[in-house]
T-cell receptor
Framework: KAGVTQTPRYLIKTRGQQVTLSCSPI?????VSWYQQTPGQGLQFLFE???????NKGNFPGRFSGRQFSNSRSEMNVSTLELGDSALYLC????????????FGPGTRLLVL | DQQVKQNSPSLSVQEGRISILNCDYT??????FLWYKKYPAEGPTFLIS?????DKNEDGRFTVFLNKSAKHLSLHIVPSQPGDSAVYFC???????????FGAGTILRVKS
């Protein structure tokens, strides 16, 4: 089975712009979660989508949003980018029952200038 | 509020010896714990997990021990290999949902 894929792998944006990141889960997985990794804060949970609905949400401002499509692919969007949004954004997928292992993609490295 | 703590930022071990990575947590609602290994510029790779109803789980060279009363878990790698050199993250999940809370990570260096 193919693993979790994320596109693009690298991205450079300037402050004030917006960005959309994409995640394709492992085939058959219905849950997609997003995490942000920064040197200062470590790995932090952004949100989780299951069956096109947001099921869990972390403590991030409303500039961070996401959605999930009927094929379980997910996108996350960050509007009005700030320098502090520079991070590795990781997507993880799981079957969706809520008690199983999450498998991570390679991440998208976002640099905000 | 750091609910999952990995107090050792780094650990250096000789090849063939045991590596022990530790993790402490504060939230008694955590019911499932996982260990991930991460190389730079890659996503975390799942290693091993343990449910809160167990105290030990083994998978090959990897064993995770859970002490619920102490709110402590540890990952043992025996024997350690140079390819094990990476950052190891402990993660915990609350009873409902897929939100994982991660520790800060421990850098493991296995010297040959």
């Amino acid at each position: 089975k193919a693993g979790v894929t994320q596109t693009p792998r690298y991205l450079i944006k300037t402050r004030g712009q917006q960005v959309t990141l994409s995640c394709s889960p492992i085939s058959g997985h219905r849950s997609v979660s997003w995490y942000q990794q920064t040197p200062g804060q470590g790995l932090q949970f952004l949100f989780e989508y299951f069956s096109e609905t947001q099921r869990n949400k972390g403590n991030f401002p409303g500039r961070f949003s996401g959605r999930q499509f009927s094929n379980s692919r997910s996108e996350m969007n960050v509007s009005t980018l700030e320098l502090g949004d520079s991070a590795l954004y990781l997507c993880a997928s799981s079957l969706g029952a809520g008690r199983e292992t999450q498998y991570f993609g390679p991440g998208t490295r976002l640099l905000v200038l | 509020d750091q609910q999952v703590k990995q107090n050792s930022p780094s650990l250096s071990v000789q090849e063939g010896r045991i590596s022990i990575l530790n993790c402490d947590y504060t939230n008694s609602m955590f019911d499932y714990f996982l260990w991930y290994k991460k190389y730079p510029a890659e996503g975390p790779t799942f290693l091993i997990s343990i449910s809160s109803i167990k105290d030990k789980n083994e998978d090959g060279r990897f064993t995770v021990f859970l002490n619920k009363s102490a709110k402590h878990l540890s990952l043992h790698i025996v024997p350690s290999q140079p390819g094990d050199s990476a950052v190891y993250f402990c993660a915990a999940r609350v009873e409902y949902g897929n939100k994982l809370v991660f520790g800060a990570g421990t850098i493991l260096r296995v010297k040959s």
